[in-house]
Structures are given as structure tokens and as C-alpha cells.
């Protein structure tokens, strides 16, 4: 009967459990910037979305999200990445006494939040990170492969082959879960090649852009060196339009000035000389020491516009006064040779 009795019991706790709602995960952080798509342990993630202790978050080729915890501690999740937020416990004085993720893959900033930094914990399939109050990049490869760069503070990583100090900003180190791994040492552009992925801290390289103050952290000289980005397509170019020929500006004509209207000189009345032939003195020459030259006159042979002959008669009369006022003048001086003539006699 007890034997009964004892299944009966326990059977009646059974169905009791299961009947009774199981504590929902607590909420550690949220969503602050979600681009293309990334999900967590119920879905896709949007801003605003609170992520949760145990809960594993995943981001596309494209994907990117950016996340606050309670203590203000900043992670942001980049392409292809794959992280689980392992242990979470939160005191009452706004900070935490363990934060602990384990990043499966892809690439990764953290910025520590207002907890002691003995309290961060970062495990990779390489070895840990130590923070130290502390701003860094770590990307983790397919194989395992591990790179961390430091952007502010501190940092320590540890695996099978020893512990690396980090203590100036853009010294890197490179480890792989065999236990190899280099010496720290400043991040320059071959960092890509070591790690067999051009893709690889797209934080630094300019390929990834972050929002808010964590975005402002990078650099370290990989900007240089950016891949193109595979995920979308460059749009075109803006072509240019071309610049409008402009013709030079046109000179005002200046007014052409008026010319005073010449008076028409007379063709007839006055001969073409300046001064009329019996004003010049006659007694200077003797007249037939040179011959008489016709006087020029504008009228004579002159034809009209209409091509007729001009006004002949008029230069004949002006010629036959010309004429008459030859013989006085020869007369004159005969006279005078008379005069003298018989004065000598």
C-alpha cells in the first residue's frame, strides 16, 4: 500500500511542475542599433529588444548589432557572428560581479561598462580574454583563430601557449587554440592575410560603420587598406553635370557720334583754289615765264549720280570769265610798257 501510495505522490508533484509557468530568462541588456538581420534565442532582434541570460545571438553576412548591458558595458556583434551571453549576475549597486560571453565566431568591439574589471570575462576557442578596463576589437576565425586589438586601456589574453600583455593602443595579438601565438605587436594591414580573411575587423578597415561614441574608437591605419564590400552593391557614381558653356559678354556698342554735316562746296561760283587767281599777285612772275595751267573745278566733266553728263555751260561761262580777266591783265601790262617806253624816250 505505502508503494502506491509513494508513485501516487510523486506522480501528483510531476504533474504540478509541469503545470506551474518556468521562470523566464533575465534580461541583461537590450538592442540599441539592428541593421539587415540578427536573431536571438526567439527570433529576429529589433531595437529596443531586450536580450536575456543563456541567450545566443546570431547575425547574417550582413548582419550588425549593437548591444547595452545593465552596467553600460557596450558589445557590438558583426557579420557572421555567433555569441552567447554565458553568465550574467547583477548586484544592486548598477554594476555586475560576473559578465561572461563566449564567442563562437565572427567579429566583435567591447567597451567595459561601470563593473570592476575583474568581473569581464571573454572566452574564445584560443584562450580568454582579461579586460582591464578596457576598449577592443577580437575576431575569432572559422578554425578557431583569434585576434585581438587593443583600442583603450588594458588587456590580457591567455591560452595553452602562455599570456600576451596589451598595454598600448593598437597592439595586437594573434593566437590559435593549438596554443601558437605571436607576439604583441602593432596591427598593420597584413593582420588580414594572417588570418586568411579580408573581412576580417571591418571595424577598423572601415567596412563595418558602428553608431554612437563606440563607433569613434577605431582607426590604428586599416582604414587604408578596406576591402570592397561584398554584401551590397556600390551604387554609381554621380556623374557630374558638365558646366554650362557661358559666352563672353557682349561689348555695348558705343553711340557713333554724329558728324557735322560738311556744307556742300560750291562747284561754279568760286574756283577750287584757296584763293581766288587775281588776288595773287601777277607782278611777282612774269606770266609767260610759265604757262598757263587750266584751273581744276570740281564741276568740270563731272557726271551725276544718275551717270549724265553735269552742268557744262556753267564751267564754260566760269572759264570765259577766267578768260576776260587774262586779256585785262595783259592789257594792263602793256600799258605799263607803253608808259615806260615813252617815258625812256
Same mark, same amino acid.
Given at each position: 500500500?505505502?508503494?502506491?501510495?509513494? +508513485?501516487?505522490?510523486?506522480?501528483?508533484?510531476?504533474?504540478?511542475?509541469?503545470?506551474?509557468?518556468?521562470?523566464?530568462?533575465?534580461?541583461?541588456? #537590450?538592442? +540599441?542599433?539592428? *541593421?539587415?538581420?540578427?536573431?536571438?534565442?526567439?527570433?529576429?532582434?529589433? +531595437?529596443?529588444?531586450?536580450?536575456?541570460?543563456?541567450?545566443?545571438? *546570431?547575425?547574417?553576412?550582413?548582419?550588425?548589432?549593437?548591444?547595452?548591458?545593465?552596467?553600460?558595458? *557596450?558589445?557590438?556583434?558583426?557579420?557572421?557572428?555567433?555569441?552567447?551571453?554565458?553568465?550574467?549576475?547583477? $548586484?544592486?549597486? #548598477?554594476?555586475?560581479? *560576473?559578465?561572461?560571453?563566449?564567442?563562437?565566431?565572427?567579429?566583435?568591439?567591447?567597451?567595459?561598462?561601470?563593473?570592476?574589471?575583474?568581473?569581464?570575462?571573454?572566452?574564445?576557442?584560443?584562450?580568454?580574454?582579461? +579586460?582591464?578596463?578596457?576598449?577592443?576589437?577580437?575576431?575569432?576565425?572559422?578554425?578557431?583563430?583569434?585576434?585581438?586589438?587593443?583600442?583603450?586601456?588594458?588587456?590580457?589574453?591567455?591560452?595553452?601557449?602562455?599570456?600576451?600583455?596589451?598595454? #598600448? %593602443?593598437?597592439?595586437?595579438?594573434?593566437?590559435?587554440?593549438?596554443?601558437?601565438?605571436?607576439?604583441?605587436?602593432?596591427? $598593420?594591414?597584413?593582420?588580414?592575410?594572417?588570418?586568411?580573411?579580408?573581412?576580417?575587423?571591418?571595424?577598423?578597415?572601415?567596412?563595418?560603420?558602428?553608431?554612437?561614441?563606440?563607433?569613434?574608437?577605431?582607426?590604428?591605419?586599416?582604414?587604408?587598406?578596406?576591402?570592397?564590400?561584398?554584401?551590397?552593391?556600390?551604387?554609381?557614381?554621380?556623374?557630374?553635370?558638365?558646366?554650362?558653356?557661358?559666352?563672353?559678354? #557682349?561689348?555695348?556698342?558705343?553711340?557713333?557720334?554724329?558728324?557735322?554735316?560738311?556744307?556742300?562746296?560750291?562747284?561754279?561760283?568760286?574756283?577750287?583754289?584757296?584763293?581766288?587767281?587775281?588776288?595773287?599777285?601777277?607782278?611777282?612772275?612774269?606770266?609767260?615765264?610759265?604757262?598757263? %595751267?587750266?584751273?581744276?573745278?570740281?564741276?568740270?566733266?563731272?557726271?551725276?549720280?544718275?551717270?549724265?553728263?553735269?552742268?557744262?555751260?556753267?564751267? !564754260?561761262?566760269? !572759264?570765259?570769265?577766267?578768260?576776260?580777266?587774262?586779256?585785262?591783265?595783259?592789257?594792263?601790262?602793256?600799258? $605799263?610798257?607803253?608808259?615806260?617806253?615813252?617815258?625812256?624816250?
Amino acid at each position: 500500500m505505502w508503494g502506491w501510495r509513494s +508513485v501516487s505522490v510523486a506522480t501528483l508533484c510531476i504533474a504540478l511542475s509541469s503545470a506551474w509557468p518556468a521562470p523566464a530568462a533575465e534580461p541583461v541588456g #537590450q538592442a +540599441v542599433v539592428i *541593421k539587415t538581420q540578427v536573431t536571438g534565442q526567439s527570433g529576429p532582434i529589433e +531595437v529596443d529588444t531586450s536580450v536575456h541570460r543563456n541567450e545566443r545571438i *546570431k547575425t547574417s553576412q550582413s548582419g550588425l548589432g549593437q548591444f547595452v548591458f545593465r552596467d553600460g558595458t *557596450k558589445l557590438a556583434v558583426g557579420w557572421g557572428s555567433s555569441v552567447v551571453i554565458d553568465k550574467y549576475v547583477f $548586484d544592486d549597486s #548598477q554594476s555586475v560581479k *560576473k559578465l561572461t560571453i563566449r564567442a563562437a565566431k565572427g567579429t566583435f568591439r567591447w567597451v567595459s561598462g561601470s563593473s570592476n574589471s575583474s568581473a569581464y570575462q571573454i572566452l574564445t576557442p584560443a584562450g580568454t580574454i582579461g +579586460v582591464r578596463g578596457t576598449a577592443f576589437d577580437f575576431y575569432v576565425g572559422p578554425d578557431g583563430t583569434t585576434a585581438v586589438v587593443l583600442l583603450n586601456g588594458a588587456a590580457r589574453f591567455c591560452g595553452p601557449g602562455g599570456c600576451r600583455q596589451l598595454q #598600448q %593602443r593598437c597592439d595586437c595579438v594573434v593566437a590559435k587554440p593549438n596554443g601558437d601565438m605571436s607576439a604583441a605587436r602593432r596591427v $598593420d594591414p597584413s593582420i588580414l592575410a594572417t588570418l586568411g580573411n579580408q573581412r576580417a575587423l571591418p571595424f577598423l578597415s572601415g567596412n563595418q560603420r558602428l553608431a554612437g561614441g563606440i563607433g569613434m574608437l577605431g582607426g590604428c591605419n586599416m582604414a587604408s587598406v578596406a576591402p570592397e564590400r561584398k554584401d551590397r552593391t556600390r551604387p554609381p557614381p554621380a556623374v557630374a553635370p558638365a558646366p554650362q558653356r557661358q559666352d563672353p559678354p #557682349q561689348r555695348q556698342a558705343e553711340p557713333q557720334k554724329e558728324r557735322p554735316n560738311k556744307p556742300d562746296k560750291p562747284h561754279h561760283d568760286k574756283p577750287h583754289h584757296d584763293k581766288p587767281h587775281h588776288d595773287r599777285p601777277h607782278h611777282d612772275k612774269p606770266h609767260h615765264d610759265k604757262p598757263d %595751267r587750266p584751273d581744276k573745278h570740281d564741276g568740270h566733266g563731272r557726271h551725276d549720280d544718275d551717270g549724265k553728263p553735269g552742268n557744262h555751260g556753267l564751267d !564754260h561761262r566760269g !572759264h570765259e570769265r577766267h578768260h576776260d580777266r587774262d586779256r585785262d591783265h595783259n592789257n594792263d601790262r602793256n600799258h $605799263d610798257r607803253g608808259h615806260n617806253f615813252n617815258r625812256g624816250r
